[in-house]
């Protein structure tokens, strides 16, 4: 799509609003799944990354206690218990992140997320993830031969962030360390809205990791993906439909009842709430629109988006 020049300005706002400490979001959840660790050097960077990711999520980006759920050296009962809690928490409009951190294996027909014990498969983590109550879900699966996790989780309403970019990437991998850095680097807000989206984190952390290959003088054994418009083809840049609703998904979003007592505030909330919507459902509707409805309609929202992120931020949201 060709953005016109007054969607530039108002996508990429000069100035960003400073972060204020709120309450817990009630509409955000996120289960972080520290998976085998092998040898006792990946054990420990595992357990290293899952706290540093606990911690950015909780005081960074305003997850709650009862939000956030970390499983240490996870085994498939564990996972499957916090699914199946999950399914009586989760409301339709709430947003499930679930990270990945560990070991992935890929045998050729099968993809897997290694475990303590018996590991669970791509198709295993769609099943859970198709029985909950809410479709706004993002996965980041973070581990080596994660690329193969694409097809599988591939959904309306879902965004799939991998690792590698397939099977053959089997080697253990940086990622989840630059994603963390991202989450915490002051200029990971690029467009300067005040809010990190998730096409934000994930452009930020793939160029780190792009960096570190680069700098090292190594061929790059990994190359994350990005997909999130349903139709299972995941890619290494925002390009061809893909990013769209990762642009629109934040990671600190705020929680209209947070802002409740600010009604000017309030109602932009739920405008934004309304907003993101809409572009989730015309993506998803994508194939049966003409191209020049779709093109023109999306660039209609994202402009009255844009408009609404400006304001939240000159409301000191």
Not at 64 to 74: E, S, Y
Not at 107 to 130: C, H, I, R, T
Not at 167 to 193: H, K, P, V
Request: contains cysteine; proline residues 3%.
């Amino acid at each position: 799509m060709k953005y016109s020049l007054l969607i530039l300005c108002l996508l990429f706002p000069i100035g960003m609003a400073a972060q204020q400490k709120t309450q817990p979001d009630a509409n955000k959840f996120a289960v972080i799944i520290d998976g085998a660790g092998g040898e006792p050097a990946y054990a420990k960077q595992f357990e290293q990354w899952t706290t540093e990711l606990q911690t950015a999520l909780s005081s960074r980006y305003n997850f709650g206690d009862r939000q956030l759920t970390v499983l240490p050296h996870a085994t498939a009962e564990d996972v499957k218990r916090t699914f199946s809690q999950l399914k009586s928490q989760l409301q339709p409009n709430n947003v499930l992140f679930v990270f990945l951190i560990g070991h992935g294996s890929f045998d050729g027909k099968e993809a897997k997320f290694n475990l303590v014990g018996p590991d669970l498969s791509a198709g295993d983590y769609n099943a859970l993830l198709a029985a909950l109550p809410t479709t706004r879900i993002v996965v980041f699966n973070m581990a080596s031969a994660s690329g193969e996790f694409v097809k599988s989780l591939s959904a309306k309403g879902r965004i799939v962030i991998t690792a590698t970019r397939s099977g053959q990437e089997s080697n253990a991998t940086r990622f989840a360390g630059y994603f963390i850095a991202a989450l915490n680097a002051t200029d990971a807000d690029t467009d300067q809205d005040g809010h990190v989206s998730v096409l934000e984190a994930f452009v930020y952390a793939n160029r780190l990791t792009a960096d570190f290959y680069t700098r090292a003088g190594r061929l790059a054994t990994e190359h994350a993906l990005l997909e999130d418009n349903g139709d299972g083809v995941g890619h290494e840049k925002a390009e061809a439909g893909e990013g769209l609703l990762a642009r629109a998904t934040y990671l600190d979003s705020l929680s209209v009842d947070e802002a409740a007592a600010n009604a000017t505030s309030a109602k932009l909330l739920k405008e934004r709430t309304r907003l993101e919507g809409e572009i989730e459902q015309l993506i998803g509707r994508k194939s049966n629109l003409p191209e020049a409805e779709y093109e023109a309609t999306l660039e209609r929202l994202f402009i009255e988006l844009a408009k609404v992120n400006r304001s939240i931020k000159q409301a000191g949201t």
